[in-house]
């Protein structure tokens, strides 16, 4: 037996011995661990799963075992994530900072910040939020305004970010900070930032959104210190390591999905359900608008197993991967549009006894889609993207039109 | 035939979009809202509504009415409509009242419609049995007994049904399609169980179950089995009233929307210089003329006893019905992530436009019952 | 009886007594008679009320007597026009030149072109043709390349022009040429020239369209000779006056759209004739959608009537004017796809036996329905305007977007 | 499943689109209809396709074919579709060709299947009656007589149905939905009348009138009375290949539309450069890439004998119609005015889209016959 396949067998042992069986399968919201100085357990094997994949430094497989992670090889670590699949387990708890400020840390971090920030990482004892997004840069991210201002030996940071997820919940965040104000071009004069959300100043207050409440978060920084050891890869170098982690998302988002049961509502059961017998023309000419809709979602999975296949053949996916977003998004919106079309007042519920659980979902559900086709691009970022990188066509030359 | 406001419906609308800016603001609805208010409206506004006469613009004068008729009632509903003032007039005046003035004896009127006009009662009609608006089936039975009636089943979205003084409701008194008769039930009848149903658009909608509610002869409202082409009548008042509201607020809507466009500045522009954003503005631009043409045929219609009144009626309903899903959703999509916040009003004015797009039949519902429009030409 | 209610009894009187019973109501395409040096009547009754028009000056009622013109006060005019639709007589013949030219010739001509000029006119025997879009110059009409060089006594002119209606059949042209290639903006260098389309070196060629041959020339211009008689207002200053121009356009349109009877296809009764029972789901769900075409045309025609009644009340109705062209245009588009939906194969038809004579009808109008979103102001233009004149959306600064 | 094309299918793919480029490109197209030839393609074409073994692709070697199924095929129906090429592979091979791989006796094989592959023979099949696809509802009667049958009728939108050397005609044989039955009718039988239907995309679509129409017993593709099922695969693979054809047609005009949109100057910037613009064309690539997963889909399902092959055709048919429907409309708009003369090639790719779209059912059609794709998720 070759090395790799006896990790393999070793591997899958150790998974089948370690990996509690109410922990195999997806989770339903609410139901995943998510790490840092807080972490709760809903139950006993939650505390299991979380201590020994810890242990044996599996939060980050990959990860050298200098910071706490696992040391395994590229194609250990690939061996690995298959036999975690395989036995569909959980992963022993959610966190952003292994996601996606890890790897950028690993490449661009001093031997000092590795030190210091990776291992608590990899110990789950650091609960990790994003600061981004500010409320004068949604698309335009350049924009930010949030301040470092150089003190000697500290930056105090004032601003305020927006659309942290958990950002009340979390113990560190990264973020981009503007530390120079004067270069003509607003990218250049970005920071990339940690800091502790417990420090004196930092307020994360969560946002009520149309949906009602909601895991989104303003954060205010009131003449926050930050020590200087803090600052990430070269000062207004931030903009390059911004891109770098936000390329991470996309596989951290899928990661997620993947394992979170998220409530989906489908639309022609739900239809079904209350058009039984669609008789009149309208209701016949609403399923006719459903199953369209439902067709073109047939479609959009079809399309995702197709992306998988070329990707695999080592075809150019670049202009498949563009539309994916975009279309997933609007395709949700269009669903639960139906649906409150076919449900009448039963898909307008907000709260008490007179509407099911699964009615009130479908409500909150529908609202918060209108989220999905703004947040993380927007419809019409993304559809600038296809226009320009995959068809390529012009932008509109310096002057403009007339 | 006219589809415009002459000069003193003009005035009216002047009156009417003061009042309700200044008295009832958008605000207003949000503090409703955030105290959890189950009546939905403001007692002491309502009482100024009634001050100003607005109870009484579409009765006749025989009935203590102006006769102002349903296109200065437009006017108060579209300018409602523009901050999300919250009211009885819909539930009471238009519904409950067209019924009665057109149907309800001189006992009737004089113990319910003066009293409403007046301000000092109001009633809630009970219409709606499944999801979605279908008075083409209502199953709620009213039998006879010897000494009335009784009724039984259940009713939902009953608009401003939580502590009304009396429901008008509709029930089946004999199998035919058109079977169905109209009877009052006053508050406090026994066997009669008020809940709400709390919506998105935080208003006063309530479920009604009745359960062998023994009822008076007195309190049938004009003849036995002959109570739908009442009811028709009044719901086609209300859903014209419905299309002004939710026009008004598609209109103040899309208003506030440019606003953004014009000032939000995202890459070093404003945001509504992308012509993207633009031509889809100028769509909505175009949907809204349509919409308000539709409308005020309605309108018209009414007051005219045009015998096409109820098909145009269903084009105004289907058409803002459309144009307000459209406009609703574009105001989210365009104010970005903080149009999905709470501490906008956009979220305000889509949860009540959604509402009022139900409300007496969606557009699925119109498109249908407006066809009709269609084989004259 | 005042002097006005005289004139309006003599008039009625006149009309009742000359305009031919057989041409009053709307003519089928193809039945109106176009004024010019080749001028055809179909019939006697035609070349009657043609004649006895032109005899009264009233081919162009309001212009002054000295050029043939009817000399009638505005008054007079207004009750003329208003008798003639009470009659519903149709026009004695169509002219772009009176309709479109001549009120600029009117305002900006020399003395000598309104006697050389507009007296045929008034006469009926010049038809005139419009020479503005040229292949490179559509929506951007400012861009035209046609050039007219200054040779002492005469201009040389050189280029093409495109979508010259009945350029073939038309004895005068007034067209916009460069005069000017110098000057930084390009509406600054345009001057409006009339010329003779029988002149050597005009050659105009019937355009093929997808629909099939059409009424619309591409003219070339090789080496032609044009006096300077000819210039109509300053040199280089055409811009302003293809404006005007432009502003008859409209009003010229819709007056040849009251007595034109354009072959109207009602999409009910033609969708009722191809789907008489709409039985399965999706034949119900495309009479939905049908009904919701036709109703949306229901509610443009409450709009025009809303238009009318505010003009005269007096209000602005910019707003809505604004919006007339792109929803009829738009509209009538869709509704032939809504008749090419119901009638697969039937709408499909190009020529021969096989078709009826409406189906092939049906077919063309179809394809040319595709014309009526492009010309005279396309679909975008529109919505360019609307958002910008209406909606007082910002344009694009300098320097554009990143 | 693999919803891409393998290495043999795309070394097809590449051969057929070299070869429709230099022999048969949009020009050819032109040339026949100006010249109005009824036939509607090139015999010396057909002949060079033949002996590439296109007419042999998805036959069994048992038969003499080259068992390289229905995505080999499609790749050649995309290449066509990219050049508006005309050729009676759809008719002949593929509709025609299945109906005598499927249900042909030894004998009927011989004389018709062998020569088509070789490409002496051409069948065109007879379905259609009304002015759309309805399979369901066929109409023309065959009956018992004592040589055989008779058959009368009429049949429309034979695809090459004019200078075929027979048609394979469907018949009611029995009363029952699906009681039909399929038969040869060799050209030059008494009673046959054929002409040509003019369609806007210049092919060679004919009118079957059978007046009497005398066939043998041997003319009798398998069973009585069931010809449905045959009827249906030759339908469901004919579907699939017009919607590869379609697509290929599609993705070739929206390229051009790029083209235009990067070099065509109006306001002193290309047009390509509006926002407006953008989005629409972005909007189309996100549908062509949806449709090409359902054509591969619906390719590979036949390939698979998958039991919801005709599901998933169908799938592929509406999406691939709908997007055609659009794709063709916007390449018109956004090339302007020149987009509506004949000069350019768009005019006739919107036509031959257009019956494309019509040709074995519409998006309405199997956007119903899809729908029980949906209960099994």
Tied chains: 1, 3.
Excluded at chain 1, 336 to 341: A, K, P, T, Y
Aim: glycine share 10%.
């Amino acid at each position: 037996m070759s090395a790799i396949e006896t990790f393999r067998a070793e591997t899958r042992a150790w998974l089948e011995a370690n990996c509690p069986e109410s922990l195999r399968g997806p989770a339903a919201a609410g139901e995943l661990v998510w790490g840092g100085s807080q972490v709760e357990f809903a139950n006993e094997d939650q505390r299991l799963w979380f201590e020994r994949m810890r242990d044996r430094g599996w939060f980050c497989p990959a990860w050298p075992e200098a910071y706490g992670g696992g040391g395994l090889a590229a194609e250990e670590d690939a061996v690995l994530q298959k036999e975690l699949k395989r036995l569909r387990c959980r992963p022993p708890q959610i966190n952003l900072g292994i996601w996606m400020l890890g790897p950028v840390l690993l490449e661009f971090g001093t031997e000092e910040q590795k030190q210091r920030l990776l291992t608590p990482m990899t110990r789950g004892e650091v609960r990790w939020c994003q600061g981004f997004s500010e409320p004068n840069a949604g698309s335009d991210l350049a924009n930010i305004r949030t301040t470092a201002v150089d003190e000697g030996d500290h930056f105090v940071v004032n601003g305020s970010k927006i659309w942290t997820s958990y950002g009340d919940k979390s113990d560190w965040m990264y973020a981009l900070v503007r530390t120079d104000n004067s270069s003509p071009k607003k990218q250049e004069g970005i920071s990339l930032l940690v800091l502790d959300m417990h420090a004196e100043g930092v307020d994360a207050r969560p946002i009520d959104l149309i949906s009602g409440k909601s895991s989104f978060c303003e954060v205010f920084f009131d003449n926050v210190k930050v020590s200087k050891d803090n600052l990430i890869g070269p000062l207004n170098g931030g903009w390059t390591l911004a891109k770098r982690l936000l390329q991470h998302e996309r596989s951290a988002m899928s990661k997620f999905g993947e394992f979170s049961l998220p409530t989906h509502f489908d639309l022609m059961s739900i239809l079904g359900k209350y058009l039984p017998d669609a008789e009149t023309p309208s209701d016949i000419a609403l399923r006719a608008r459903a199953q369209a809709a439902a067709l073109d979602e047939h479609a959009y999975n079809l399309t995702v197993q197709r992306m998988g296949e070329a990707a695999r053949a080592g075809q150019d996916v670049s202009g498949i991967a563009s539309i994916m977003k975009l279309v997933h998004s609007e395709q949700e919106k269009q669903k639960f549009e139906l649906l409150v079309d076919a449900m009448g007042h039963r898909a307008l519920g907000w709260d008490g006894d007179e509407f099911s659980e699964q009615e009130l979902g479908i409500s909150k559900a529908w609202l918060l889609s209108y989220t999905q086709t703004i947040a993380g691009g927007s419809s019409e970022v993304q559809l600038n993207v296809i226009a320009k990188r995959v068809l390529e066509l012009p932008d509109a030359p310096k002057g403009g039109a007339k | 035939m006219s589809l415009i406001y002459n000069e003193e419906q003009r005035m009216l609308l002047d009156t009417a979009q003061e009042f309700f800016a200044e008295r009832s603001p958008v605000s207003a609805l949000r503090a409703l809202r955030d105290r959890n208010d189950a009546l939905g409206f403001e007692p002491a506004l309502w009482q100024e509504m009634t001050e100003l006469g607005w109870t009484a613009i579409a009765f006749p004068e025989a009935l203590g009415g102006l006769e102002f008729g349903y296109k200065g009632m437009g006017t108060v509903f579209e300018s409602a409509g523009r901050y999300l003032s919250a009211s009885p007039l819909l539930s009471s005046v238009v519904l409950c009242g067209s019924v009665l003035e057109q149907g309800g004896s001189e006992a009737q009127q004089n113990e319910w419609l003066a009293e409403m006009i007046a301000g000092s009662k109001r009633l809630a009609l009970a219409v709606d049995e499944g999801a979605r608006h279908n008075p083409e089936r209502i199953a709620l039975a009213a039998t006879r007994t010897e000494q009335g009636f009784e009724l039984s089943g259940d009713k939902v979205m009953v608009v401003d049904g939580l502590g009304a003084d009396g429901w008008i409701v509709a029930a089946r008194t004999s199998a035919a399609a058109d079977g169905v008769s109209l009877f009052i039930v006053p508050a406090g009848a026994e066997g009669v169980a008020v809940s709400r149903q709390n919506l998105i658009d935080s208003r006063n909608t309530a479920r009604l179950r009745l359960n062998q509610v023994q009822v008076a002869p007195e309190q049938l409202i004009g003849e036995l089995g002959q109570g739908n082409a009442l009811l028709q009548t009044a719901l086609d008042r209300g859903r014209a009233c419905i299309a002004a509201e939710l026009q008004g607020a598609c209109e103040e809507l899309f208003k506030t929307t440019l606003d953004y466009l014009r000032t939000r500045v995202q890459f070093d522009v404003p945001i509504g210089s992308f012509q993207a954003l633009q031509h889809r503005a100028a769509w909505i631009h175009v949907d809204l003329e349509l919409a308000r043409s539709s409308l005020m045929a309605a309108l018209d219609a009414i007051d005219r006893g045009d015998e096409q009144a109820a098909q145009l009626v269903s084009l105004a309903k289907w058409k803002v019905g459309q144009v307000a899903d459209k406009v609703s959703n574009e105001a989210v999509q365009m104010h970005g992530g903080i149009g999905v916040t709470d501490e906008l009003d956009v979220g305000l004015y889509f949860k009540r436009i959604r509402v009022l797009q139900a409300l007496l039949g969606d557009a699925d519902y119109h498109l249908n019952r407006a066809a009709p429009l269609l084989e004259e030409t």
